[in-house]
């Protein structure tokens, strides 16, 4: 299973290319496609920010018929929390919301796909990095 990630919705939503070309690699697959709720929350905020807020909040919810909704769990937040620890002792950070969304996909063994770098300096995390 595939994970998608904020950015790579986002990029699919604005046709970049890369995204696309990604996006029918994974259909042609028949991969099965999920979504992680801090994605839903980064999505749905920028849509409610948006000055085309109706439009992009029913982008999102026709997106989300489509896709599997992976949960904060317990599991996936010890996940994340060991995560933000691991990279603040590297001198790294990335968003909390990053965080549970690896967490969540650590905690699922799925892949992420993104066009975050930062994802890859998560040690054990599967990237599909564009």
């Known amino acids: 299973m595939a994970c998608l990630d904020t950015s790579f919705i986002i990029d699919l939503f604005h046709g970049n290319l890369k995204a696309k070309e990604i996006s029918q690699e994974l259909s042609e ?17 920028g849509a409610c920010l948006s000055v085309r807020s109706k439009q992009e909040k029913e982008k999102i919810l026709q997106l989300l018929q489509s896709l599997e909704v992976l949960d904060l769990t317990r599991e996936a937040a010890f996940e994340a929390g060991e995560i ?19 967490g969540i996909v650590k905690a699922n063994n799925e892949t992420i796909v993104t066009g975050d770098r930062h994802f890859t300096f998560i040690e054990g995390l599967k990237v599909l990095k564009y």
């Open 29 to 45: 697959r028949e991969m099965q496609l999920s979504i992680t709720t801090p994605t839903i929350m980064e999505l749905w905020s």
């Open 84 to 102: 933000e620890a691991q990279l603040l002792k590297q001198g790294k950070t990335i968003d909390p919301e990053d965080c549970m969304i690896a």
